[in-house]
């Protein structure tokens, strides 16, 4: 916890608190005794992170709170856009690729651990195709 509360005062310090506090709609003074780990008096509530993440960029805070929990904060690359059809076809394809490793892992009757992996990976590249798609219908 502590970790998470250094964070998220160090991100209020280095995002210019004045500035900060104006952008958040708070007092600077307000939110420098809110952000202060070692100040018992004062909290900041769910709202206020939000805000300084929001405003500062900084994730610092989320990333020490994500640790405190035993996981990693990493930032989601954005798929590149395409043409529609082009990612229209590309999706078409991973699902055929997809179809054609089901179909492969079940013509025996048992499924092995080799071809669970395989259809794994194959569902994981109709996901992205899936994503590039979004982004391209997005773009469009």
Excluded: W, Y
Aim: aromatic share 2%; glycine share 4%; charged share 20%.
């Amino acid at each position: 916890m502590e970790d998470f509360l250094r964070a998220t005062q160090s991100a209020v310090l280095d995002g210019e608190a004045k500035v900060l506090a104006s952008k958040m709609g708070v007092p600077h003074v307000s939110l420098l005794q809110r952000a202060n780990p070692d100040n018992d008096a004062h909290r900041l509530t769910i709202e206020h992170l939000f805000g300084i993440l929001l405003h500062t960029g900084d994730m610092r805070p989320l990333a020490a709170l994500a640790g405190e929990f035993g996981f990693d904060l990493v930032a989601r690359v954005a798929p590149e856009p395409q043409a529609l059809t082009a990612s229209l076809i590309n999706v078409g394809k991973e699902v055929a690729d997809l179809t054609i490793a089901v179909h492969n892992a079940l013509a025996d009757e048992h499924v092995s651990s080799l071809e669970k992996a395989q259809i794994k990976v194959e569902i994981q590249h109709v996901r992205q195709s899936l994503d590039v798609m979004a982004a391209s219908v997005k773009a469009a």
